[in-house]
């Protein structure tokens, strides 16, 4: 027969079960923490992951005030001033035009340009996109013959990719810069420097001799024609949109803002999409005017604009970079 259970026995077993007890409500409070910590970390992670946070629409051409389409041909910008040096570069860029250099040089970027988007520029010249072309180019005051004998030259950029940029080598690349180096070289100016701006500065940074060619994917348009040389063509690309992801207003082109005055969209100053914007019909207070590229899609990612244009080249290296 067992022992009478005392009173301080009883106690003691009364302890250690409140003990246990408060420790499994320790062990499992712990424990939702876990959990809860855990689910706050996916939140943030979901959050911060903005592979989810935009996407780009459907590639498109923008038409002109009169509602022809419009094809977006990107060359190199010359001061009017400087026809000898424009004439030299063109004749050789003609050359690898024929050759396929170019085709080699920007399908290098394949996951932003094909060859049909360079073999679309192989049968234009800068005239037949901008009728004004070149109308006002001078015989030279020997740039020319001063960039050979000094085998350097200074470039401007405005440090979009993938059209022209400064790499982490400190090396100007993209599209325009590789391709302007290699006419360069063989014109005997071996040594190229670029100078970075704000992309709605380069045509005032080079006639202001801050740099002598514009090697940035530049457009070839009217506008900018009545101001500058322009090479013939190296590449004609569409534009495109970037969205919040699922594109919840079902954005799909300029067309999208005239339907929806609500709506706002992001343009960069100086570029054509301010002037496709308003052709479009887009009233402007539905223009939310950038300065650089990378603060428009921050805006977008903020919800501070609904949308932003850009070349389907760039917008969808930066819905990628921001993934």
């Known amino acids: ?38 689910d706050d970390t996916s939140a943030d992670d979901g959050g911060d992951d903005s592979s989810d946070s935009i996407e780009a629409v459907e590639p498109f051409f923008p038409s002109d005030a009169e509602g022809n389409e419009v094809l977006p041909c990107g060359g190199y910008g010359f001061r009017t001033e400087d026809g000898d040096f424009y004439e030299a570069f063109n004749e050789q860029l003609n050359a690898f035009r024929e050759d396929g250099t170019t085709i080699d040089l920007i399908t290098a970027y394949e996951d932003d340009f094909s060859e049909a ?61 590789d391709v ?9 100016i071996t040594e190229v420097d670029a100078q970075v701006v704000e992309f709605g500065q380069l045509i005032g940074g080079l006639q202001a001799g801050q740099f002598d060619l514009i090697a940035a994917g530049m457009y070839i348009n009217e506008e900018r024609a009545e101001q500058i040389l322009f090479s013939d063509p190296d590449y004609c690309i569409a534009e495109s949109l970037a969205v919040p992801a699922g594109n919840p207003q079902g954005i799909v082109d300029y067309q999208s803002f005239v339907d929806n005055p609500d709506l706002s969209l992001a343009v960069a100053t100086g570029t054509v999409e301010v002037g496709y914007a308003e052709d479009a019909g887009i009233p402007d207070d539905q223009l939310e005017v950038f300065a650089d590229i990378d603060g428009m899609y921050d805006a977008l990612e903020a919800g501070e604009v609904d949308a932003v244009t850009g070349t389907a080249a760039t917008v969808q290296r930066q819905v990628a970079s921001r993934s």
């Open 1 to 38: 027969m067992s022992s009478p259970v005392t009173s301080k026995q009883r106690y003691l077993f009364l302890r250690v079960l409140a003990l246990l007890a408060a420790f499994a409500l320790v062990v499992a409070a712990c424990g939702d923490d876990d959990d809860t910590s855990a």
């Open 117 to 177: 988007d360079v073999t679309k520029a192989n049968d234009l010249s800068a005239t037949d996109i901008a009728p004004n072309a070149n109308a006002d180019a001078g015989d030279g005051d020997g740039l020319l013959e001063e960039l050979q004998s000094s085998g350097s030259i200074t470039i401007g950029v405005a440090n979009e990719v993938p059209f022209g940029f400064v790499g982490d080598d400190g090396e100007p690349t993209g599209i325009a810069p």
């Open 180 to 188: 302007a180096i290699a006419v360069l070289a063989e014109l005997g």
